[in-house]
Every structure is written in structure tokens, then in C-alpha cells.
């Protein structure tokens, strides 16, 4: 089998006409070669070289060298990349249904959620066949894990805290901040340390590891875990002629290597959260969590945004409330399992 790409991926020919010939595909991937994502993805693709004996392959072209963000889900179902990382908010209407993970639902759990969207994305048929009319197949997700707000000069410990407050939002997570009464800052994540430095935002929604990372512990006085939801819509997709283009036995490297994503990701991100709290608490940082009462105020402010996305969903021929009745039992599904049988590392 021989079959050659279009755009930066035309060299790629894919050799496996033999017995135990290698084939070797193009990953892109919009972000660098860092971070807990690229973990993710480079663990991904180890584990499809194992699982494949060695078989199937991923060249992973990082940093947008195939295409950026924003042209991904086209770059992949035209064949710039054989596969690649799609992150749905810069797909809105083609990918509603993958955009279930990212509502601001009751669903703080990283690893209960990515293994909910893993599920509800191989196995609800409808999700299945839209992306097959899209030339696409899902095969496994990623997430940024919890929302929660770092703030410098306030604290929010309850919903009446929000008011007046300048927030970076992130998504319906801001929006619905904004319904709350916050004033909304457009501003970029890596550009909020500066915000927050110079007064431009009092507070900033993100996700604790990354304040190690982007050293807000340097400038912000209070951290408060809103146990709230996440963004988990994006993931690993891949042209579906090339999937259906390979032997069995390699599409069932890739369905093994896929489902194993969550748990390597939800143990990086468990791990790393964990001790960005923990070194919060040992600067003086007063870290925080939203009382149930205000959780419940956020669930409500969000529900409007879960109710547009329905309709987004109804427009792309899906049923909203079908998928979240899946979605919110696959999350109640998980949660069971690490309540009673505690996450997989730990096992």
C-alpha cells in the first residue's frame, strides 16, 4: 500500500506492501514540544509503536510546522497530516458534538472526564458518523483539567466575590462569570501574569499547574478551586481513509493506545496540580474552595451557555439533550469507579 499526502506531507509515502514493513504517518501538532500535552502525545505515540509491534509509527511534526490550530480538523480530513491534535472550540458548528467537554457542567475530575468523553466518542454512533462525514475518527482525547481563578488584591470564596472584579475568562467558564458580574478582560493566558501585575485584571481563570508554569505564585494573593468543570475537547483525530486504509491489526494499536491516554494524562495532570496547590499553601497563598452553594450558582450561570451549545448541536443534525443525558451518566459512571477502585496510578 502506497499512498502519498498533499501540502508539507507530499514526501510521506506509507510502505507496507510486506510482511513486518514499518508504517510510518504524520502527526500534527499545533502546540510545542512541551508541556503536559506533549507528554500526552509523545506517550501516545510510544504506546502505538508498542502495541503495533513496531509496525505503525507517528513522525510528529510540533509547533504548527503542517498547520495551526485553527486550520487543524481541515488540515487532517484533507490529508495535510494522516493525524492530529483538534481542539473544538475553533470548530464550533463541525465539531458540537465533541464540544460536550467543554460545557460548564458539574465534571472537575480530569481523569473522569477524559475517560467520559473517551467513552460517549466511541461509542455513541451518531458522534461516530458525523465525524465520518468529515472524514475523521476519533481516537483519544486530552483535557486542560479543572477550571479555577488565581486573583491578586481579592478573594473569591463566595459567588457574591465575583462582582466588579476585571477576570481573564476562559470560555463559557468567563461568560458566566460575567453573568455574575464580572468585567471581562480579553487577554491572552501567557499575558496574564503582566494583567495581573500591573492591576490590568485582579483575576485570572486557568488551571493550577499552570501557575508553576507561568510563575503566577509571584503575583497573585489568593487561588480558589472552584470544583466546577473543565475544557476537554480536544484530542486526537485521524483521516479516515488513511485509518480505514490500514490492516486491522494497526487500527487496533491505535484504539488501545487511545483509551490508554487518559490514564497517563490524568496521572501527569493529577500529579501536577497536586503540587502547584501544595506550593501555593507553602508561599502564603491562600488557596480556597468554592462553598457548594456558589458551585451550584456557577452550574446555573453556565446553563445558559449549555443551552446554546444544544442549539449548535441541533443545527449539526445531533440531539443535545440526549448527549448530555450520555455524557452526564458517563461522568457519574467514572466517578464511582474512583471513588470505589481509586484512579489506575494508584491502584
Known sequence: MTRFLTGAATALALAATSAGAQTTLFFGEAGPNRGARAEAIQYFVD?????????????????????????????????????????????????????????????????VGMKATDELMRTNETLVQNLADQNLVYIGTFTTSAINIGCKGATIDSIDDIAGLKVRGVGAYGQAFADEGANLVSMSIYDAYQGLDSG???????????????????VIDSYTILNWGQVGALGVFMNKDMYDGLEPAQQEALTAAGRKIPDELGRILSTDNDEAVEMMREQGIDVVEMPEAGREALLEAGSAYVDDWKETAAAAGLDGEALLEQYRGLIDKYTRIRDEQGYPWER
Open 47 to 111: 504506546q502505538v509503536a508498542e502495541e503495533s509491534g513496531g509496525d505503525l509509527t507517528f513522525d510528529v511534526q510540533w509547533g504548527g510546522a503542517l498547520f495551526k490550530a485553527g486550520a487543524a480538523r481541515s488540515g487532517i480530513a484533507d490529508g495535510v497530516a494522516d493525524a492530529g491534535t483538534i481542539i473544538a472550540v475553533y470548530f464550533p458548528q463541525e465539531m458540537a458534538g465533541y464540544g460536550i467537554a467543554d460545557l460548564p457542567i458539574l465534571n472537575p475530575d480530569a481523569w
Open 200 to 218: 490590568l485584571i485582579d483575576c485570572s481563570q486557568g488551571y493550577s499547574y499552570v501557575v508553576p508554569a507561568l510563575q503566577w505564585q509571584e
